[in-house]
């Protein structure tokens, strides 16, 4: 994997000094620079740059200006850190850099607020590449409607345009966008234009389960928690040589360091502890949710289906133009969506999100579809807990008028090594500042099949074709285990609970842990433009569910 790329620009010795240990130990690629242009910047290719000035510097301001008036500004992050306040801060920001540290700075926050430039980074870009794609399936979707514009259909007739940029074993449809044609004998045909997750009956390519499963893995690897923990151990190791040196003038300001160090690694270690009994006791009773979906006409009621040959196969024209029918026996359209439920209470019920238990709610791009001819509904949910061999069937049970959340029904027992989870609705249980743990599964089965490693991964893809396929046998080999991330809540909300420990899609459903051990809230959204940040509804909003 290519090391991420820092670029130190103008920064102090005692900054360069402080940067470079918040960042070590976390395979960054580091290089400094004095008074560059923005061409020779540039040429070097970092993904974020750090640089040092007052906001009243000219100079600074200018460089800022060049970069992000530049034909591609998302490829270069801009961290500046500055000696002041929040006025300082607010006119930093108010150039035009993407974050703003003030000096002297906190190493493990420090190196948080990289690892987000490099995540928002990475999301402006994966954004930028959908857009690209949107705009050739949008071309490719006016020629089609072109060519089916003349002569009439007896039946009522769908038309998918299919664009396979990645058949992933988790990927649900990215957009569902439908057009009614105006031509009048053709005024009831609907047109689909969507990134299909299946074909033939749910067939996936081997090739890009395994790239999506690198992905995911270099993702894991890339943030680390054991970074800032290894980071601090050797800036401790560091402090204690420079100490034991004969004759170093600064002994006692290194003897402070030294202790305000080890005070740091202590509650980091001791947040450690706390998540390890965490996943311990409650890890086994948080499962894995697997969603699928169907459609409908909303007229006719009937089934959207792939129209198939005599063969069964699909009918693809040179163009790749997919036909859907509401009659005939070919495959339904199904799209698989994931997320994560936790067990509260005795009975069988879930936790989870409104959102995945109707993954159509709140989606723009689906209602875009429904508002138009289709009507969506769950056909199955299955729960996959840790150390079970097999999925349990389950269904929905409630779901909240108030918040972004619902219970499933397990429609057989629990396994017998899970417990519930306690849930603390106090609104003292959750304090700004405070650590928490969240306990999910990110990026569904490609974020297990990573963690799982390539060999594992290479066999499941040689061996099963079908999502249930891959689930069952991901089951049956025990790799069916949540990703535990700790953090800090930045802040507390009537209705939110803002934190900063990781997660992505697919970790939707997934319970907030405060150092009591106690569920205070569940992981909603990713709050991707405040700071890398993430949101969970409070508990509290789950009485009425549970009870």
Not at 17 to 27: N, R, Y
Not at 310 to 323: I, L, N, Q
Request: with cysteine.
């Amino acid at each position: 994997m290519t090391a991420m790329r820092i670029f130190l620009l103008n920064l102090s010795m005692e900054s360069t000094q402080e940067v470079k240990q918040a960042l070590s130990g976390q395979g960054y690629e580091i290089t400094t620079g004095r008074s560059q242009k923005v061409d020779e910047i540039l040429a070097l290719s970092p993904e974020v740059l750090i640089t040092e000035a007052t906001p009243s510097d000219l100079s600074c301001c200018g460089l800022i200006s060049q970069i992000k008036a530049g034909p591609d500004p998302r490829t270069l992050k801009i961290v500046m850190i500055v000696h002041g306040g929040a006025l300082e801060r607010a006119r930093g920001l108010d150039l035009g850099a993407d974050d703003v540290v003030s000096f002297p700075f906190e190493p493990l926050e420090f190196a948080a607020k990289i690892r987000t430039q490099f995540r928002e980074r990475q999301t402006e870009i994966d954004l930028e590449g959908k857009l690209k794609d949107a705009l050739q399936r949008e071309r490719l979707a006016e020629t089609a409607v072109e060519a089916l514009g003349g002569g009439t259909n007896s039946k009522r007739r769908f038309w998918l345009v299919l664009a396979i940029l990645g058949l992933s074993a988790a990927a649900a449809i990215a957009a569902l966008v439908t057009v009614i044609s105006n031509g009048h004998n053709r005024k009831d045909t609907l047109q689909l234009k969507a990134e299909v997750a299946r074909l033939n009956g749910g067939i996936l390519q081997e090739g890009e389960l395994l790239r999506r499963a690198d992905q995911a893995r270099a993702s894991l690897t890339a943030s680390d928690a054991s970074g800032p923990r290894e980071s601090l151990k050797a800036q401790t190791e560091q402090i204690r040589k420079k100490i034991a040196a004969d004759g170093d003038p600064d002994s006692e300001s290194l003897k402070k360091q030294l202790q305000e160090t080890q005070n740091r690694l202590n509650r980091l270690e001791n947040e450690g502890r706390v998540a390890e009994t965490i996943v311990h006791t409650y890890g086994p009773s948080v499962c894995l949710l697997h969603v699928v979906v169907e459609f409908r006409d909303k007229d006719s009621g009937q089934l959207i289906r792939i129209s198939t040959d005599a063969r069964g196969k699909p009918r693809v024209d040179d163009k790749g133009m997919v036909s859907l029918d509401t009659e005939g026996t070919g495959t339904p359209l199904q799209l698989d969506f994931f997320g994560t439920g936790f067990l509260v209470a005795s009975d069988g019920r879930l936790l989870t999100n409104h959102h995945v238990a109707e993954p159509w709610w709140g989606d723009e791009e689906l209602k875009q579809l429904l508002d138009r001819g289709a009507a969506a509904f769950a056909v199955s949910y299955t729960a996959y807990f840790p150390g079970t061999s097999q999925g349990i069937a389950a269904k929905v049970d409630r779901i909240s008028p108030a918040a972004d959340l619902a219970t499933l029904k397990l429609q057989t027992p629990a396994p017998p090594h899970t417990a519930l989870l306690k849930l603390d609705d106090r609104s003292e249980a959750s304090v700004t500042g405070d650590a928490v743990v969240l306990i999910g599964y990110p990026t569904g089965i490609e974020g297990i099949l990573a963690r799982a490693g390539s060999d594992v991964t290479r066999k499941v893809a040689e061996n099963a074709h079908e999502v249930t396929q891959i689930l069952s046998q991901m089951a049956a080999q025990h790799l069916i285990r949540p990703t535990t991330t700790q953090g800090h809540i930045g802040d507390v909300l009537t209705d939110k609970i803002v934190y900063d420990a990781a997660t992505t899609s697919g970790g939707s459903g997934g319970p907030l842990f405060n150092r009591d051990g106690k569920v205070i809230g569940v992981n909603t959204a990713i709050l991707k433009d405040f700071g890398g940040s993430n949101l969970a509804v409070p508990v509290r909003y789950a009485d009425e569910l549970v009870k």
